[in-house]
């Protein structure tokens, strides 16, 4: 395998890039700037192609991003507050982002010799986000199977689709991840909210996991209202 990261400079993808090349099987980043105001993550992304010595492709699709319109992502909105399995984190939605990223993911690879495809999504994405489910992975395969027959072989790599952050957490432990030099935060400030559903998760998960958590945060315990909350509303 030699692999394409859609790498945004994020804690999941940093480490789905770590855990790849320390397999031997990481051969390019591709990084997308699609207007998000937490642009940092493109810089975060940038380290880590240097400090994996691999090429780094940062690609501007803002013109696309402006058209998707309505995100607390791209837009002046509020980004909301809260766990992922919130009802309020639906405004974070970025329609077709990863369809979007994958498709011309899929076409840079297969133009410069790539066999497949990596991108990080994971299990506490599947609430939220349509494109992060693992039938919108299979289904995006098989279509590119047949977008590519007969020009090249390109297989889509989503190890962490099934699992949840935890799962990554640990990873991110076990290839030496350098945590504190990621990028989740949607509020995109000089260090991490604590507030937002990413900045939830990505704690939740290095609390779960067992894995010390190097990254500054404004609020570092806001999380566990927020879980508890999520909790309470479940029984």
Not at 53 to 65: A, E, Q, S, T, Y
Not at 141 to 153: D, N, R, S, T
């Given at each position: ?59 501007d ?7 998707l ?20 984190m ?28 990596a ?8 609430f ?26 390109v ?6 689709v ?43 998960a ?30």
């Amino acid at each position: 395998m030699k692999a394409l990261v859609i790498c945004s400079g994020g804690f999941d993808s940093v480490t789905l890039a770590c855990r790849l090349a320390a397999e031997g099987a990481l051969g390019a980043l591709l990084t997308f700037d699609y207007g998000q105001r937490h642009k940092k993550e493109i810089d975060a992304a940038r380290l880590c192609a240097e400090r994996l010595d691999v090429p780094h492709h940062v690609l501007d699709i803002g013109n696309i991003g402006r058209q998707l319109s309505g995100s607390a992502l791209t837009d002046d909105i509020d980004v909301p507050h809260g766990h992922y399995s919130e009802e309020n984190m639906k405004v974070t939605v970025v329609p077709n982002r990863n369809a979007i990223m994958l498709t011309i993911a899929f076409g840079i690879a297969s133009a410069q010799g790539l066999d497949t495809v990596a991108i990080a999504v994971h299990g506490g994405d599947h609430f939220i986000y349509p494109d992060c489910r693992p039938d919108f992975i299979r289904l995006f395969a098989e279509m590119q199977a047949k977008a590519l027959e007969g020009v090249g072989e390109v297989a889509l790599y989503a190890p962490y689709v099934d699992a949840d952050k935890t799962a990554i957490a640990r990873d991110a432990a076990r290839y030496g991840v350098p945590v504190a030099d990621t990028w989740s935060c949607y509020e995109g400030g000089e260090t991490h909210c604590g507030r937002c559903g990413t900045c939830v998760e990505r704690i939740e998960a290095m609390t779960l996991a067992g894995v010390v958590d190097p990254t500054p945060y404004q609020d570092g315990a806001y999380w566990q209202a927020a879980v508890a909350r999520v909790k309470a509303c479940s029984q």
